[in-house]
């Protein structure tokens, strides 16, 4: 007798836009919340989530993550759970103001933390955060077995995983254009059973 697979999916979204007028790489520093712009795309991925079968809700500890994760369990009334190995990735420069694209590396006095752009040398090691974000991936699919779960991350760590899913390198530029993961946009997960059968990337602002 063949046995059906159970079908489930895990979408993985990036926060939404973080009021931060100061320009400064936040990391997991507390006191970061959506602005205005922000607050819109995590509405309009909790409108485009309306209609999918969401039974779990999980978002990293930081307060841009549960603010956009909040309208998508109001939706579908859950409660956002939280897990830690969502949370983003550590960074030497947290709380300093980096130029974008290689402004560190205009500044001499970053060159040593910028030794080894395979590990990262300045941050969390990749192998690291794809290790804890593959874990909480699998958590939320077995929390919402044969149904579908929302994880909310951050901009590296989602990318991270993706990587990892697909069998693609961990290491690569910490340039925007070097990831698929724009602000509020979601990285589906289809998996038969604990097999990943294929992956779609949705970006619900820009519908």
């Not at 795309?41 to 989530?49: F, K």
């Not at 550590?90 to 030794?115: C, I, M, S, Y």
Request: net charge neutral; aromatic share 6%; proline share 7%.
């Amino acid at each position: 007798m063949t046995t059906v697979p159970v079908r489930t999916t895990v979408h993985v979204m990036r926060h939404g836009e973080v009021f931060n007028p100061e320009k400064v790489l936040y990391g997991r520093l507390p006191g970061y919340h959506l602005s205005d712009r922000g607050r819109a795309q995590a509405q309009a991925a909790a409108d485009w989530l309306a209609s999918h079968d969401v039974t779990h809700i999980v978002a990293s500890p930081l307060e841009r993550a549960q603010e956009t994760a909040a309208p998508i369990a109001d939706r579908h009334g859950l409660v956002v759970d939280t897990d830690e190995d969502l949370i983003e990735s550590w960074n030497q420069f947290e709380g300093k103001r980096v130029a974008p694209g290689d402004g560190a590396l205009r500044d001499p006095r970053n060159w040593p933390r910028l030794r080894n752009p395979m590990t990262p040398s300045w941050g969390e090691p990749y192998d690291e955060v794809a290790t804890r974000m593959t874990a909480a991936l699998h958590r939320a699919r077995l929390k919402s077995e044969g149904h579908e779960a929302v994880c909310v991350s951050h901009q590296l760590p989602v990318e991270t995983l993706r990587r990892a899913m697909t069998g693609r390198r961990l290491a690569h530029l910490p340039l925007p254009h070097s990831r698929l993961c724009n602000l509020s946009s979601i990285t589906s997960f289809v998996f038969d059973d604990d097999r990943l059968v294929r992956w779609v990337y949705t970006e619900p602002w820009g519908l």
